[in-house]
């Protein structure tokens, strides 16, 4: 059974830092899919960053050069480092999984049960 488990959410003023974790349990997820989604108030959901089981890493054009994703493959754990937080970077951050080694932002069948991050300026 795929389990994804988010943490590290919280409350930063802008211009702050912040790093989620996703832990996954069910498969082994160095070889497959993981991404980083967000969901804003009355806003759809909206992919953030991914990374390939070929290790091709992808981001948001809001976000590159501010957040960067990694991944722990003897932990099978995915990583989210938040750098020069923004107000609109407010959010539920949601930890995804594609049981396939390539993958687009559409991709993802497998969710988190999300962590709320907030920016205050």
């Known amino acids: 059974q795929v389990q994804l488990i988010e943490s590290g959410g919280g409350s930063v003023k802008a211009g702050g830092s912040l790093r989620l974790s996703c832990v996954a349990s069910?498969?082994?997820?160095?070889?497959?899919?993981m991404g980083w989604f967000r969901q804003a108030p009355g806003k759809e959901r909206e992919g953030v960053a991914h990374?390939?089981?070929?290790?091709?890493?992808y981001y948001h054009d809001s976000v590159k050069g501010r957040f960067t994703m990694s991944r722990d493959n003897a932990n099978n754990t995915v990583y989210l480092q938040m750098n020069s937080l923004e107000p609109e970077d407010t959010a539920v951050y949601y930890c995804?999984?594609?049981?396939?080694?390539?993958?687009?932002?559409?991709?993802?069948?497998?969710w988190g049960q999300g962590t709320q991050v907030t920016v205050f300026s």
């Open positions: 995804a999984a594609a049981l396939r080694s390539w993958c687009g932002w559409t991709d993802f069948t497998y």
């Open positions: 990374l390939t089981g070929y290790g091709n890493f």
């Open positions: 069910g498969f082994a997820g160095r070889t497959y899919c």
